[in-house]
């Protein structure tokens, strides 16, 4: 188990800025793959963003290319996601989830999901 514990979420409006956080423990997380899903009502969850191990390495979803940034702080155990010019289609609720493989970024890769954070957009 990896215990996972997202906070940063809230109600924004349209155009404005959020930077959630999620807070690992174990002593999986610097080695791991961390991501960031999203799921709005009614829809299936997707991917937003993950980043390597070491941080080297991110990817996004196309959606929110340009607008989000994924990052982590090993030494603290804390994955973050700075979201930028959000816009009312970005209204979900967040979720940070961990794996072990490199390069993950399908749903069936990622093995512990956090209670996830609301973000709601207004426009």
């Known amino acids: 188990q990896v215990p996972l514990v997202e906070s940063g979420g809230g109600l924004v409006q349209a155009g404005g800025s959020l930077r959630l956080s999620c807070a690992a423990s174990?002593?999986?997380?610097?080695?791991?793959?961390m991501g960031w899903f999203r799921q709005a009502p009614g829809k299936e969850r997707e991917f937003v963003a993950a980043?390597?191990?070491?941080?080297?390495?991110?990817y996004y979803a196309d959606s929110v290319k340009g607008r989000f940034t994924m990052s982590r702080d090993n030494a603290k155990s804390t994955v973050f996601l700075q979201t930028n010019s959000l816009t009312p289609e970005d209204t979900a609720v967040y979720y940070c989830t961990v794996s072990s493989r490199v390069g993950a970024s399908a749903l069936w890769e990622f093995e512990y999901w956090g209670q996830g954070t609301q973000v709601t957009v207004s426009s």
């Open positions: 174990g002593r999986t997380f610097s080695s791991a793959t």
């Open positions: 980043i390597s191990w070491n941080g080297g390495r991110t």
